[in-house]
Structure formats: structure tokens, C-alpha cells
């Protein structure tokens, strides 16, 4: 069996001549930055999770960043406060927490190695903790229940990570639309891809208008007559440009609202592809029936991971570690502010055991065929 020319890859943006199209429409508009495209994919995008409202940003860590700052605003979280994140997991967790002035709580993850454990979520639970951010790993649901459960008993907020997991579903409702905020990520290798991008889901009409203000410098929202009285400093000043917060600038642009238009029209296709590649290659749809996982990649566990990676690497299948494995032994976390419960045993297993494979629409049955091949290669 020879090395292939083309490999195998993680991820690839599938497109064709429909976002292309959209694409070219809007240039020939001569609409560049954020505008009706923009509010047009809020809409059809927070529609299609189940939540009343969404704010397009230029990526998931941004949308991660609005969501904790939106806490913050509202006096729900403040400087010095915890929130609860799995350790196995990726950067773009928990430097948000860390810029924004809050400690993560590190926990470990459940036997399946996708998801926090809940019942590590309650052994970190202090006086301080104030939120929990829940992360679907690689389109896999978490276990929404027993995690609700747990934040009402305590008063906490329920910050959904959803960077992998667009169109996931837990007990026929798709994540995001269960948390207090819900983030999203359409990074050139997720289910859906506008290159970069990100959005923020919520119901609270409240951290709607403020996450909306935090994208754009700060800026009034919610402008009705620009000129109107404002306040004895800013008599009838033009409210498009009166700044009530110290916001940034983390807009999405038509440009890439367009691609995401078209690609959200195509994603359950996506998705159900890359669920007949997990049960053709592993025999892998669902963990369980409450869960319907649209896996971004397929996960395996080695004793020796980097002799079967480096086998694979070999026969251009290409691979990752499983992010950032346990991330607090990263270099740039191990001396951040943290808390850390327990040995995190599971969460340091997968760093050290597993890795995952591409599994997605450009994957084709031959390539299934080719994979499994190498695979059985390596063991025989």
C-alpha cells in the first residue's frame, strides 16, 4: 500500500457555486462590512438552533470573550469570580476567562473523554463560582441535564461552547439553545464554515442589546431617531456615535455572512454525512439515543499514540492531538490564575492516549475504504 499524493486531511471548506454566487452578489452591491447580510444570517442561524436571538462576531473566541463580558456588564460576574470549564479542551475556553479578569475552574471530563464530568462540576463548586462553560468536544452533546440541574441548585450561568457541534442535538433540541449564552465558531474546518466567523445565541433580550453594543466599540443600540434628547451632556447627539461601554471591534462582514447564508442551507446534509462516515469507519453514530452527535472528527485511543499518528501521517491520513489535551499543563496556562479539582486523571489520559482523524463531507467512500485500510495495516 503506497502513500497517497493527496492525503486525508482534518478538515476542508465544502462549497461550491452557491456561496460563490452569494458572494459575488454582494460585492457587486458594494456591501463590504456588517450590514443586511450580516442580519439576515443572525436570523436564519438563531432560528435554526432555537434561540430568539443572534450576534455574528469574527470568531468563536470572540463570541466566547462577548459572552463572558455580557455577565460581566450585568453584574452577574465580576472581577476575581470562578467559572467552571473542562481541562480537556481547547485554548479559546479559557483565555477569555483569563483576559476578562476571572479564574477557570478546571475539571475533569467524563469516561467518554468528549465532555465535562457533572459530577466533578459539583466537588469544584466554592462560594466564588459563578458560571459553568459547557463545551460539545468534536459535535458531541454534554450531558445537558444533569449540568442544568446542577446550575439552578446553585445559582449558576450556563455559557454554551458549541464551536463543533452546529446542529448537535441533546434529546431532540439542538445545543445552544439550552445555556444562558451559547457560542459558535464557523472556522474553516467546523460543520459549517464561513472561514472565520463566530456568533453569540441567547433568549435574554438584555444580553442581546449588550453583546450587540460590546461587537461595535460600544456603541448605542438601538437607534430609533438618531437626534433624539439623550442625556445634559449629549443633548440631541447623534446616537450613532454616543458609546455607552468600553466595547471592541469584533463585527462579522457581509462578505462572510454570505458564505454562512448558504452554508447553513446545506448543513443537516453535512452533518448526516459525517455521521455515516462515523458509523461506517468505527461503527459510531450515537454515544446514547438521547444524543445526536455531528461528529467533527473521529476520535481514537492508542498506548503508543505518536507510533500509530506517525503510521497514519505516513499514508497522508492526518491527525491531531486531542486539542489542547489537559490544558492547564499548556506552557502559556500552567502558570495563569487557576483552580484545579482533583487530578484530572481522565483529562491527563487523553492527553497523553488519544487523537483524532477528519470526518467530514470530502471524505469519500473510497477514502473510508483507504482509512480503514491503514488502520488494519498498522495493526496486523
Not at 444570517?41 to 469574527?58: C, D, H, L, P, W
Not at 489535551?325 to 486523571?345: E, H, M, W, Y
Amino acid at each position: 500500500m503506497g502513500s497517497r499524493k493527496h492525503g486525508i486531511g482534518i478538515s476542508t471548506p465544502i462549497y461550491d457555486s452557491r456561496e460563490i454566487n452569494h458572494l459575488i452578489r454582494v460585492l457587486k452591491d458594494n456591501r463590504i462590512s456588517m450590514g443586511s447580510e450580516v442580519k439576515e444570517f443572525e436570523k436564519r442561524f438563531s432560528q435554526y438552533i432555537g434561540t430568539k436571538y443572534g450576534v455574528a462576531v469574527n470568531s468563536g473566541t470572540s463570541a466566547n470573550m462577548i459572552a463572558l463580558n455580557v455577565l460581566l456588564e450585568t453584574g452577574e460576574l465580576k472581577k476575581g469570580d470562578e467559572v467552571i470549564v473542562p481541562a480537556a479542551t481547547f485554548a479559546s475556553v479559557v483565555s477569555p476567562i483569563i483576559h476578562l479578569g476571572l479564574i477557570p475552574v478546571y475539571v475533569d471530563v467524563n469516561s467518554t473523554y468528549y465532555n465535562i464530568d457533572p459530577e466533578e462540576v459539583k466537588k469544584a463548586i466554592s462560594k466564588k463560582t459563578k458560571a459553568i462553560i459547557i463545551v460539545h468536544s468534536l459535535g458531541v452533546a454534554a450531558e445537558i441535564d444533569a449540568l442544568l440541574k446542577i446550575s439552578k441548585k446553585h445559582n449558576l450561568k450556563i455559557i454554551e461552547d458549541c464551536c463543533e457541534a452546529h446542529g448537535a442535538k441533546y434529546k431532540k433540541k439542538k445545543v445552544g439553545s439550552f445555556g444562558d449564552l451559547a457560542t459558535f465558531s464557523f472556522f474553516v474546518s467546523h460543520n459549517m464554515t464561513t472561514g472565520e466567523g463566530g456568533m453569540v445565541l441567547t433568549n435574554n433580550s438584555k444580553y442581546d442589546k449588550i453583546a450587540r453594543s460590546l461587537r461595535e466599540f460600544g456603541r448605542y443600540v438601538g437607534i430609533k431617531n438618531r437626534f433624539s434628547y439623550y442625556d445634559k451632556y449629549l443633548k440631541n447627539y447623534d446616537k450613532k456615535y454616543i458609546f455607552e461601554r468600553v466595547g471592541h471591534n469584533v463585527r462579522m462582514t457581509d462578505l462572510v455572512a454570505s458564505l454562512g447564508i448558504e452554508q447553513l442551507k446545506k448543513l443537516d446534509k453535512m452533518n448526516a454525512t459525517r455521521r455515516e462516515i462515523a458509523e461506517y469507519i468505527k461503527g459510531e453514530a450515537d454515544l446514547d439515543p438521547d444524543r445526536y452527535n455531528v461528529y467533527y472528527g473521529l476520535m481514537f485511543i492508542s498506548p503508543d499514540r505518536l507510533k500509530i499518528t506517525k503510521h497514519l501521517e505516513k499514508y497522508g491520513i492526518e491527525t491531531r492531538p486531542f486539542f489542547a489535551g489537559c490544558l492547564p499543563d499548556q506552557p502559556a496556562f500552567r502558570n495563569s490564575p487557576k483552580r484545579i479539582v482533583g487530578n484530572l486523571t481522565t483529562s491527563r489520559f487523553a492527553r497523553d492516549h488519544i487523537f483524532f482523524i477528519g470526518c467530514h463531507p470530502g471524505i469519500t467512500k473510497q477514502d473510508q475504504d483507504y482509512i480503514i485500510k491503514v488502520f488494519e495495516k498498522y495493526e496486523n
